[in-house]
């Protein structure tokens, strides 16, 4: 037979103090001195306290969860903005509920609903590639559910959200690869109908462009992951289209590129020089090492969940909500792929 839960209650009495002051002491509240949060503490662990996270969400008309709707798990980026987000609202007692869309449109709105039917005090989420179809999220909107955006980004629902500099991280890619002498970049860029696509191809094609470089169409072929990157490079390669250079809209693509590059006999980057986007640890293990634009997802999960924290308080309090966008910056890190050094 389980034994009952330790309460608030069974600490204060067995430290002889009230249940209010042992409750501010677990709150870490500053107006309760350092000795009794120690005690206090000593003693939660002891009897194995777990705070009733039903109850307060009862009390507090709260349910302390929030949802979290991400493209895939696996990608480094997404791991590091969740554990931004962790190291936010933790400390305001929310815990998180992750889900993934595998850039699917359907099953994006499925983690959508299903969210919101588990009554999440709010919603963080990054599109799906293969969606343009935003009615699960004017539902949200409809039911005053929070709601913010990071990395890929919808023009079409007013809500905050935050976003890496896109377009000034392709720029700087490109323009580094210019620098190095290439003239006939390829562009393997991001699903059709995400503004990141959109932001990065811009970069890429200014960047072109101040060089008085021809931007050609041939040169800008979606492909955003390592598997369809190796199929493309091959059929490039069969055809006989002339690239001297690779900006790719993601490292997990410029990885695959390489791969079948140095499968069929091209030194990297004598031949082809190529920089991704993201900076994922693979880029320092593969060989040679691959240049990136860096971009802080840990950084990002930090103001995703500020502005959530910021415009729940506000709502609390019947404070009209602006909306804002938060720009996270990007660095160039370059190394044995791009240079010619």
Known sequence: MESPQSTIKDIAKALNISPSTVSRALKNHPDISQETKRVVLE??????????IVALSLRKSTSFMIGIVIPKIVHHFFSTIISGIEDVVNEKGYRIIITQSNENAKKESECVHTLAASRVDGIFMSLASQ??????????KKRNIPLVFFDRISDEIEASCVIVNDY????????????QGRKNI????????????????????DALKKHNIEVKEELIIPCDNSKSAKELMKNLLDKNLFFDGIFAVNDD??????????????????????????????????????SSISQSGFDMGREVANIFLDELEKKQKSIKIEYVTQIIPTTLVIRESSSKN
């Open 168 to 179: 000034e991280g392709a720029f700087q890619a490109t323009e580094h690869l210019i620098y």
């Open 43 to 52: 003693m939660a662990e002891k009897f194995d306290y777990q705070p009733n």
């Open 253 to 290: 693509t410029a990885i695959g590129a390489m791969m079948t590059l140095k499968e069929n006999n091209k030194e990297i980057p004598k031949d082809v020089a190529i920089i991704g986007f993201g900076d994922d640890p693979l880029a320092e293990l593969v060989s040679p090492a691959l």
């Open 131 to 140: 969606g343009e179809n935003h009615e699960h999220l004017k539902h949200i």
């Open 186 to 205: 390829l562009h393997l860029a991001g699903p059709k109908g995400l503004k990141i696509t959109e932001n990065r191809t811009n970069g890429y094609i």
